[in-house]
């Protein structure tokens, strides 16, 4: 019906876009062991939520979304973070501003607070998020999130699929894949395989620059971003040991038993 046409369109997409560093660039661990290097280090969005803000984009292609509004919390490089997402195909951006040191704390639940504040704010029906950060691999914001707006939420989407004002999610599991209905407002987080992100155009970059980003802190939220938890130490993985080469399969179960691992 004409109402529910109206319904449909005006509905509005949040998605979080987590600056991280680049998934090429080869990790270091500081001296003091207390993180990672970050100082001059090639950083772009999380890419788990380039594939969120793809499906968002899509949604808004099916004339489902009206509005799609990209949220990132840490200091101020997020803004370009912000502007690429505007560029894909976003709408409005609002950069949470958390300066350094305060941002290498920065927790999940912290940034779960945030999203609930700016939702509500909003008035948000759908959030949508990656399923996991690349460089924290929390994978726990979300799962927040939906708590703590009493929403449903439907993890690890390989295919989501909307339908008046239920979402049919595909998600992957440990023993293959899961179908879910759940009720709009919801939360989605985003797997690998949901889609595959666009690039941004020349013209839309252009575009971009003059697109809406606003700025606030988490105090004008209400949140409190104090560390929950705290990091004695990181470390990098031992060095792989190398291979032994064995003549036949006798020789490989006799190697394995002389070294207890049966």
């Not at 950083?43 to 292609?61: T, V």
């Not at 990209?70 to 949470?96: F, K, N, W, Y």
Request: proline content about 5%.
């Amino acid at each position: 019906t004409k109402l529910q046409t109206i319904t449909v369109m005006s509905r509005r997409i949040l998605v979080g876009c987590k600056r991280v560093i680049d998934y090429a660039v080869k990790i270091r661990v500081k001296p003091d062991k207390t993180g990672v290097v970050t100082d001059g280090v090639k950083h772009s969005m999380n890419p788990f939520d380039e594939i969120a803000l793809e499906e968002a984009i899509r949604l808004k292609e099916k004339k489902i979304a009206s509005e799609i509004l990209v949220v990132s919390c840490g200091p101020t490089q997020c803004q370009e973070t912000l502007r690429t997402a505007l560029a894909m195909g976003a709408d409005r951006g609002i950069h949470v501003e958390v300066p350094y040191p305060e941002y290498e704390g920065l927790q999940p639940l912290a940034v779960a607070r945030i999203l609930q504040r700016l939702s509500e704010r909003e008035k948000v029906d759908i959030v949508i998020l990656g399923k996991q950060a690349i460089d924290d691999d929390a994978n726990q914001t979300g799962q927040i999130l939906s708590g703590m707006l009493d929403w449903p939420i439907g993890t690890f989407a390989s295919k989501v699929e909307v339908v008046e004002d239920k979402v049919n999610v595909t998600r992957e599991v440990d023993d293959g894949i899961e179908n879910i209905r759940i009720n709009i407002p919801c939360v989605i987080t985003a797997d690998l395989r949901l889609n595959e992100p666009r690039y941004a155009t020349l013209p839309n970059i252009m575009k971009a620059k003059k697109k809406k980003l606003d700025v606030c802190k988490p105090g004008d939220l209400g949140v409190d971003i104090t560390p929950r938890l705290k990091v004695v130490s990181v470390v990098e993985p031992p060095v792989r040991q190398a291979g032994k080469k064995v003549e036949d399969v006798a020789s490989l179960f006799a190697a394995l038993k002389k070294e207890g691992h049966f």
